[in-house]
């Protein structure tokens, strides 16, 4: 099935981020942090990875101001389990999305559990994929 991508759904997206943005209150002491997933994106297609391809200043300068990751491995590369893997940090078969069909146990510690726990508050924006609600 073929979702329709249109300009009202990316605003009130925006609409969203913005005000969990603005209904976080400011503190200097913990730094923000902002992870950027998405699906098939290849390190060719990012310029500040050294792609001639598209240029990516937006992405480039928050490469430049914070982290890049110049080594990484991957334990799955299946759409859901990976997002699992990144979210809990255990392997597939320990959290218990092997495949995309399996359902996210949302009662797992996650990073942005965790984070909550700091005291960040934290928001997705886009694609779930893990057939449960965001912890």
Request: net charge positive; aromatic share 10%; charged share 15%.
């Amino acid at each position: 099935m073929k979702i329709a991508t249109t300009p009202f759904r990316y605003f009130v997206l925006i609409l969203i981020a913005l005000a969990a943005a603005s209904s976080t209150p400011f503190s200097p002491k913990q730094p923000n942090i902002l992870f950027i997933m998405s699906d098939d994106h290849a390190q060719q297609a990012i310029s500040s990875y050294g792609s001639q391809l598209i240029a990516t200043p937006h992405i480039d300068r928050l490469a430049k101001e914070g982290a890049l990751f110049e080594n990484s491995f991957v334990t799955n590369s299946i759409c859901a389990p990976s997002r699992a893997v990144l979210l809990t940090g255990k392997y597939s078969h320990l959290n218990g999305v092997r495949d995309n069909r399996d359902t996210f146990d949302g009662a797992q510690t996650t990073l942005p559990k965790l984070l909550q726990q700091a005291g960040y508050y934290t928001a997705i924006v886009g694609k779930w994929h893990l057939k449960t609600e965001p912890t």
